[in-house]
C-alpha cells in the first residue's frame, strides 16, 4: 500500500492507496501532523510519497525521515509522467503539477486546464501531448474575503455562507456577491478562453472551497476533490524502482 502526504498551507492530507484505489484521507495539521503515526498503524504501507508548500517544523520532518518504508519527496528533480515547460521549475508547487499528472492519467492525449480552488485559485494547462506549459495564481476564496477586511478600514469579515444576490442589498451581500461571482466569473472566463483556442478541451475542477456556479460549461467539467492525491500517488508508482 502506498502513503501519500500532502502538506499545504492551510492543513495537511494523509491518503491511504491500494493500488490505484483510495482507501481513505484524513485531514491534518500541517505543523505537527500529529495523527501520522495512528494513520501508519492503521495500514500496512510499503512506501510514501511528500510534498509539501510550506517549510517544515523541525518535529515533522524528523517524523517522517523515521518512517519505516521508502519516503520519496517530490521536488524539481523527480522524474514525472509528464513534460515538464515550467521556466523556473524550483520555484513551482509540486501539488500544482500532482493535479497536471492525475488529469493526465485519467484522460491521456487530450488537452486538459486543472482549476484547483483552495487557499489560491490556481489553473494549470497540459497539451494532448502530455506537456504541461504552466499555469496561473490567484487569490482564493477565504484569501478575498479576508484581504476585503483586513486591507480596507471598514469593511466587515464575511462569511461565504449566507444570503446570496445577483446584486447586494447591504455590504455583507455586496461583499459576498463580489467575491462569490468574481470567482465564477473568473472560472468561467478562463474556461471559455481555453476552449476557444483548444476546441476538445476538458477540465478538471478540484480543491477545498465548496462552490457552485451555473455554466453551459458543465459537460467538460469533471470535479475530483482528490485529484491532488491521486496525482501524487500516480507519481509514487512512476517512481517505484527509484526509492
Request: charged content about 25%.
Amino acid at each position: 500500500m502506498n502513503l501519500v502526504i500532502d502538506i499545504g498551507n492551510t492543513v495537511a492530507k494523509l491518503a491511504a492507496f491500494d493500488g490505484d484505489e483510495l482507501k481513505e484521507v484524513v485531514l491534518d495539521s500541517n505543523r505537527t501532523l500529529e495523527r501520522l503515526p495512528e494513520f501508519c498503524r492503521k495500514y500496512p504501507f510499503e512506501r510514501a510519497i511528500a510534498v509539501t508548500v510550506i517549510d517544515l517544523e523541525e518535529a515533522v520532518a524528523k517524523s517522517l525521515k523515521g518512517l519505516p518504508f521508502p519516503l520519496l519527496w517530490l521536488d524539481r528533480n523527480t522524474p514525472l509522467p509528464v513534460e515538464n515547460l515550467y521556466e523556473t521549475p524550483q520555484t513551482l508547487g509540486y501539488d500544482r503539477m500532482a493535479a497536471v499528472v492525475a488529469a493526465n492519467a485519467r484522460f491521456p492525449g487530450r488537452d486538459l486546464l486543472v482549476i484547483d480552488a483552495g487557499t489560491c485559485i490556481t489553473y494549470e494547462f497540459v497539451d494532448a501531448r502530455g506537456r504541461y506549459h504552466g499555469g496561473n495564481i490567484s487569490p482564493g476564496m477565504q484569501m478575498r474575503f479576508k484581504a476585503l477586511h483586513h486591507l480596507t478600514a471598514h469593511l466587515p469579515l464575511v462569511q461565504a455562507e449566507g444570503r446570496l444576490l445577483p446584486l447586494g442589498k447591504d455590504t455583507e451581500t455586496a461583499i459576498r456577491a463580489g467575491v462569490l461571482k468574481g470567482m465564477e466569473y473568473e472560472i468561467t472566463g478562463y474556461i471559455r478562453e481555453m476552449k476557444h483556442k483548444y476546441p476538445e478541451l476538458l477540465v478538471f475542477l478540484t480543491g477545498g472551497d465548496d462552490f457552485s456556479f451555473d455554466t453551459n460549461l458543465k459537460s467538460i467539467i469533471f470535479a475530483d476533490r482528490f485529484l491532488v492525491l491521486k496525482g501524487l500517488n500516480r507519481i509514487l508508482g512512476y517512481n517505484n524502482d527509484k526509492i
